[in-house]
Structures are given as structure tokens and as C-alpha cells.
């Protein structure tokens, strides 16, 4: 697996000399599983890069985690060049809620007035799914959900040995 951080940056983005050491970009891990699969770790600024990387290869489908949706962790993603070109197949994963299906909730952000162009205009194909309880395969890795203490709720990051835990409601504030 070979991994790659297009972004480590939380809450801000923050380019400039003083962050020129791990980059300026919000969180976005590319992941190249062993059969070749792309998983993508969240979608803050940095993804806007990758997604130019990605452009050089031909259009195919990528899986894109989502750990939670605060805003720097979905903000690339308007700006996440095979989103807006037809023939890319992107699967989202992301927390669930009972109040709203995740493609409703990301798209509270790629909507007017948030953001010029709404989700339902990208001519990708965009698929939206809730992470499992259980641990399941994206290509030949095996991904496992936690919750963990965030104002939010969150619940992806690939984990081969604890067991899954329930969802609890949010109990700390903090910034992600
Ligand atoms: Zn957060």
C-alpha cells in the first residue's frame, strides 16, 4: 500500500512560509491499496491537488472516506477535478444521521449559495453510502468505523483490530 498526504492541516487552511514543512492544505490521505484501488481520506483542501494528479490517469471508479463533515474536511471537494468529468465513478463513505442521508448533508455545502454549482450538476457518478457497522472491503483492504469524542459524528478510519463500537452522541468540543 503506498500512502500519500495531499493535505494534514485542520480547521484552516494555511498557506505560507510558516507552513512549508507539512503544507498548508486540510486533511486529504491518498491511499493506493495493494489491487490497485484508490481511497481517498477525507476531502479538505488538499484533495484539489490530487484530483489534478488523477486527471492524468483514464477515468475509473475512486472511494473517498469521509471521517466526519466539518468543513475542512469536505471543502476540496468543489474543487475535486474528477467530481466535474464524466466518466469517473466516485463512492463516498461517511458517518450516518438520523436526520439526514449523507448525499443530502455534503450537499448542504456544494449548493448555491455555499458553492456555485450544486452536487446533482457534477457529470460524475456520485454514489453516497453509510459507513457499515460491521468492518467491509474496499478493494483488498478491510475497513473498520469508530466513533470517536468530536463534536461530530465520526466514523471512518481503516482499523484491522478493535471491534466496531456504537454510536454515542457527541460529548466534547473540539476541532478537527
Ligand atoms: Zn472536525
Redesign the pocket.
Known amino acids: 500500500m503506498n500512502v500519500r498526504v495531499w493535505g494534514a492541516r485542520?480547521s484552516l487552511s494555511a498557506p505560507g512560509p510558516a507552513t512549508v514543512g507539512y503544507g498548508g492544505n486540510t486533511s486529504c490521505v491518498e491511499l493506493e491499496l495493494a489491487d490497485g484501488t484508490t481511497l481517498i481520506l477525507d476531502a479538505g483542501s488538499g484533495i484539489r491537488e490530487l484530483g489534478q494528479r488523477l486527471l492524468e490517469r483514464d477515468p475509473g471508479e475512486l472511494h473517498i472516506c469521509l471521517t466526519?463533515l466539518?468543513l475542512?474536511?469536505v471543502e476540496g471537494l468543489g474543487f475535486f477535478a474528477p467530481l466535474w468529468r464524466a466518466g469517473w465513478k466516485l463512492r463516498f463513505w461517511g458517518p450516518p444521521s438520523p436526520t439526514a442521508t449523507l448525499r443530502e448533508r455534503v450537499s448542504r455545502y456544494l449548493s448555491p449559495p455555499l458553492f456555485p454549482v450544486g452536487l446533482s450538476e457534477a457529470p460524475a457518478e456520485a454514489v453516497f453510502e453509510d459507513v457499515p457497522r460491521e468492518p467491509w472491503r474496499i478493494g483488498s483492504a478491510v475497513i473498520e468505523a469508530q466513533t470517536v469524542e468530536?463534536?461530530?459524528y465520526?466514523r471512518v478510519r481503516p482499523c484491522r483490530r478493535s471491534p466496531p463500537t456504537r454510536d454515542v452522541p457527541p460529548r466534547s468540543h473540539?476541532?478537527?
Open positions: 485542520g466526519h466539518h475542512d474536511h468530536h463534536r461530530a465520526s473540539a476541532l478537527g
